[in-house]
């Protein structure tokens, strides 16, 4: 959901077979893609609760400073050094507002207006504006008509979502809006990193870790400018943002770049299906979130749409 494939494509997948299969003392992966699908779930839920007793930038500002903690800390342990270069530095700031401050903000917004569980099947529709964009912006990635066909109907699945048939009734507009946009925002800065920091050649630890620092810079600077100071601090909101900046930023990104150095970034991607699916049941069960119909049913269909456009052609 944050930065899935942030600190992959930063510096193009580690290779799966420069890695041990099973490293001693470390946990299955398949028990880590679970701890990582969870946590990523529950993400929205945090997000939620963090903006019953706080405001959306201060959400996100906490979010991104745990997040960045967690990674220095990394760093330090593996003895990693922050990148250099201006130019490389320069290519992390976009980075850092199109997969970082821009979508977390957003997401922050939206969840004042809609349930937490519609914002995690909105985060679901990434691969399909991925898909759509990437027949635009990179010339080698090519369509094929199962990629195509699973476009539109991950785009079938989204309007049966959002009740199309009912003239969206009930629903908050801008709200949803957010919600798509901050999904948007994510192939964006996917493609924006393809293309400038493919070759770095620093690692995905140290790129991550800068990338999230200036994410965190950038919402230092935007925060006072909008919110004011809290006169009270909600403990439980408190909480749930620590939780949301050391699990769901921090650890995640750790969790998740060590299942592509393992299982490559294809497996890895796969826990962009069981994200929508938690979020719902943590929304429904622990919210007391209502659920028509047409939400996880048109949820089954994003994401078969989504798994189709992720299908490429057999060489």
């Not at 799966?16 to 299969?21: E, K, N």
């Amino acid at each position: 959901m944050t930065t899935v494939t942030a600190s992959r494509d930063a510096a193009g997948p580690a290779s799966a077979s420069s890695v041990p299969p099973r490293s001693r003392g470390r946990l299955d992966w398949r028990l880590r893609f679970a701890a990582l699908s969870l946590i990523w779930g529950f993400s929205f839920l945090l997000i939620k609760v963090g903006t019953d007793g706080y405001a959306p930038f201060q959400v996100t500002l906490g979010r991104l400073l745990f997040g960045t903690a967690v990674l220095a800390a990394a760093m330090a342990v593996k003895r990693e050094r922050l990148p250099r270069g201006a130019r490389t530095w320069g290519h992390l700031t976009v980075a850092a507002f199109l997969l970082n401050a821009l979508p977390f903000s957003l997401f922050a917004y939206s969840e004042l207006t809609i349930p937490s569980t519609l914002a995690g099947i909105c985060n679901a529709t990434s691969p399909l504006w991925g898909m759509a964009l990437s027949m635009v912006a990179l010339s080698e990635d090519r369509p094929t008509r199962v990629r195509v066909a699973g476009l539109g109907i991950g785009f079938i699945g989204v309007l049966t979502v959002l009740g199309a048939w009912q003239g969206f009734h009930g629903l908050d507009a801008t709200g949803t809006a957010m919600a798509l946009l901050a999904s948007l925002s994510y192939p964006i800065g996917w493609i924006y990193v393809r293309r400038t920091l493919a070759g770095a050649g620093e690692s995905h630890l140290s790129l991550t870790g800068a990338q999230l620092l200036l994410a965190t810079v950038q919402l230092a600077v935007v925060t006072p400018l909008f919110t004011s100071v809290p006169t009270s601090f909600s403990l439980v909101p408190l909480l749930a943002i620590v939780a949301l900046g050391a699990l769901g930023t921090g650890l995640a990104v750790l969790l998740q770049y060590g299942l592509v150095a393992e299982v490559g970034p294809t497996t890895a991607q796969m826990v962009t299906y069981f994200i929508p699916v938690i979020a719902t049941a943590a929304g429904v069960a622990v919210l007391g979130e209502s659920l028509a119909w047409s939400t996880p049913v048109g949820a089954v269909i994003v994401l078969a749409g989504a798994a189709l456009t992720q299908v490429r052609r057999s060489a």
